[in-house]
């Protein structure tokens, strides 16, 4: 073999950096300014910016940031640093349930000077005013600040706090934990579509039932009963047999979602058993936990040392104390007492980790379906995943099993529509649990 020339070589080491370049370029570039789901943040020079997995901006700081827009006026679409949880907001004076705290608006402080790591959360505000249960946003898109540029294909970290380690990145997923299960009637035909249903980001700020008014409307649905309704049907359809090439946008919305709950959770973030408002969440955080192999993140699965999610807080062996404790009426609802041959029996209440003189052994009780129908699509994909153990409630997986005998009877079952087990979750159930 002839050596090769030394213009040869110098000219394929030309091509090779040149390649290198481009490719470098599409991960990172310098802007002035960079957009999200309707939010523009400019910058006063260029910066060096990039994108994480699944999409979201990322900018090499310190960064001095000179205009936010859509702007805010008249104390709507405002901009948060960091949110804390459970406190007050400076996206929207209108926002329902809620204090506007108008000095954490940092879009009036502008130009702002962001020196540390951090995440910019921006609103875009519907502009009509909203009543009753109705979102007064429309959108969040976030920016977030980081002092060492990130290895292409991050995760964003978590929105909620200080704390902006990144937590992981997509070549680590390990698709080795989801199943590959011939589709049944009602699956989806395309999960590169259904991805899309998951590229905002997932707001969990307020944890307790005020937080549907947090929820952007273009972000996630409102309450919790559709929320968990919808990433149920996400998670149940990363289990199909598609190439992972198809799954793969999804897998990274969601376990970018799972990651963002994390955030929340690591920050002493309860989804406390309230009706159909905080489930859902759970599963998700679960899932990123398992595709990155985060044993930080899948410790706050284990409901033994963290009951900090609706699901396990709802769901219990009736013991001596349940016959015992008299039952408390719910908005006029009744509720029958547990009798000693329920003992061991697994149960549902509503709020019985805090309050279980609300729980109620008849099948119509307030808010059984309301909470049951998506909570069992979870419940299910935590099945077919394998990871009971790591969930660490065998009380819900019990319940579950009886909750399906009884649901998924025409003649006797009482919840319906979207209180009903959803046609995907029902043959899926039927055909693999």
């Given at each position: 073999m002839q050596p090769v020339k030394r213009p040869v070589l110098k000219s394929l080491l030309s091509?090779?950096?040149?390649?290198?370049?481009?490719?470098?370029?599409?991960?990172?570039?310098?802007?002035?300014?960079?957009?999200?789901?309707?939010?523009?943040?400019?910058?006063?020079?260029?910066?060096?910016?990039?994108?994480?997995?699944?999409?979201?901006?990322?900018?090499?700081?310190?960064?001095?940031?000179?205009?936010?827009?859509?702007?805010?006026?008249?104390?709507?679409?405002?901009?948060?640093?960091?949110?804390?949880?459970?406190?007050?907001?400076?996206?929207?004076?209108?926002?329902?349930?809620?204090?506007?705290?108008?000095?954490?608006?940092?879009?009036?402080?502008?130009?702002?000077?962001?020196?540390?790591?951090?995440?910019?959360?921006?609103?875009?505000?519907?502009?009509?005013?909203?009543?009753?249960?109705?979102?007064?946003?429309?959108?969040?898109?976030?920016?977030?600040?980081?002092?060492?540029?990130?290895?292409?294909?991050?995760?964003?970290?978590?929105?909620?706090?200080?704390?902006?380690?990144?937590?992981?990145?997509?070549?680590?997923?390990?698709?080795?934990?989801?199943?590959?299960?011939?589709?049944?009637?009602?699956?989806?035909?395309?999960?590169?579509?259904?991805?899309?249903?998951?590229?905002?980001?997932?707001?969990?700020?307020?944890?307790?039932?005020?937080?549907?008014?947090?929820?952007?409307?273009?972000?996630?649905?409102?309450?919790?009963?559709?929320?968990?309704?919808?990433?149920?049907?996400?998670?149940?359809?990363?289990?199909?047999?598609?190439?992972?090439?198809?799954?793969?946008?999804?897998?990274?919305n969601l376990v970018q979602i799972g990651i963002d709950i994390y955030g929340a959770a690591?920050?002493?973030?309860?989804?406390?058993?309230?009706?159909?408002?905080?489930?859902?969440r759970k599963m998700p955080m679960l899932l990123a936990g398992l595709a990155l192999n985060n044993q930080e993140i899948l410790k706050y699965a284990n409901a033994e040392e963290f009951m900090i999610f609706q699901e396990d807080q709802q769901t219990f062996y009736v013991e001596q104390k349940h016959i015992d404790t008299p039952r408390r009426e719910i908005r006029g609802r009744p509720l029958h007492a547990y009798t000693p041959d329920m003992l061991g029996k697994p149960e549902w209440g509503i709020r019985n980790y805090h309050e279980p003189d609300r729980s109620g052994s008849n099948w119509g009780a307030y808010y059984r379906t309301v909470s049951g129908a998506p909570t069992i699509t979870h419940v299910l994909v935590a099945h077919l995943m394998g990871v009971e153990e790591i969930w660490n409630h065998p009380p819900l997986f019990d319940y579950y099993d009886r909750y399906f005998e009884v649901e998924s009877e025409p003649e006797v079952r009482k919840g319906k529509g979207t209180n009903g087990i959803q046609t995907f979750t029902l043959n899926m159930w039927n055909a693999y649990r």
């Amino acid at each position: 073999m002839q050596p090769v020339k030394r213009p040869v070589l110098k000219s394929l080491l030309s091509c090779l950096l040149f390649v290198a370049s481009i490719q470098a370029s599409l991960f990172a570039e310098m802007a002035s300014s960079v957009k999200r789901f309707g939010v523009t943040w400019t910058f006063d020079k260029a910066y060096e910016v990039g994108t994480f997995a699944n999409g979201d901006w990322w900018v090499l700081g310190p960064v001095t940031i000179t205009e936010i827009s859509p702007a805010s006026v008249d104390d709507k679409n405002g901009n948060m640093i960091n949110p804390p949880l459970n406190k007050n907001l400076s996206f929207d004076r209108r926002m329902q349930r809620n204090s506007f705290d108008a000095e954490a608006n940092v879009a009036t402080q502008l130009p702002l000077t962001v020196d540390k790591p951090a995440s910019i959360l921006s609103a875009i505000s519907l502009e009509a005013d909203t009543t009753k249960d109705n979102p007064q946003l429309d959108t969040i898109a976030i920016l977030t600040v980081l002092m060492e540029k990130p290895a292409e294909g991050s995760f964003r970290p978590p929105y909620q706090g200080d704390d902006k380690t990144i937590l992981g990145n997509k070549a680590d997923l390990n698709y080795e934990i989801l199943r590959k299960l011939e589709p049944v009637e009602g699956a989806p035909e395309d999960l590169v579509a259904l991805a899309e249903k998951f590229d905002r980001p997932y707001i969990e700020l307020k944890l307790g039932w005020t937080g549907r008014y947090t929820h952007p409307k273009s972000n996630q649905p409102a309450y919790g009963r559709e929320l968990a309704h919808r990433l149920g049907y996400g998670l149940l359809a990363l289990q199909l047999d598609v190439p992972d090439e198809q799954k793969e946008a999804l897998f990274i919305n969601l376990v970018q979602i799972g990651i963002d709950i994390y955030g929340a959770a690591r920050l002493g973030g309860k989804w406390n058993a309230d009706g159909g408002h905080n489930q859902g969440r759970k599963m998700p955080m679960l899932l990123a936990g398992l595709a990155l192999n985060n044993q930080e993140i899948l410790k706050y699965a284990n409901a033994e040392e963290f009951m900090i999610f609706q699901e396990d807080q709802q769901t219990f062996y009736v013991e001596q104390k349940h016959i015992d404790t008299p039952r408390r009426e719910i908005r006029g609802r009744p509720l029958h007492a547990y009798t000693p041959d329920m003992l061991g029996k697994p149960e549902w209440g509503i709020r019985n980790y805090h309050e279980p003189d609300r729980s109620g052994s008849n099948w119509g009780a307030y808010y059984r379906t309301v909470s049951g129908a998506p909570t069992i699509t979870h419940v299910l994909v935590a099945h077919l995943m394998g990871v009971e153990e790591i969930w660490n409630h065998p009380p819900l997986f019990d319940y579950y099993d009886r909750y399906f005998e009884v649901e998924s009877e025409p003649e006797v079952r009482k919840g319906k529509g979207t209180n009903g087990i959803q046609t995907f979750t029902l043959n899926m159930w039927n055909a693999y649990r």
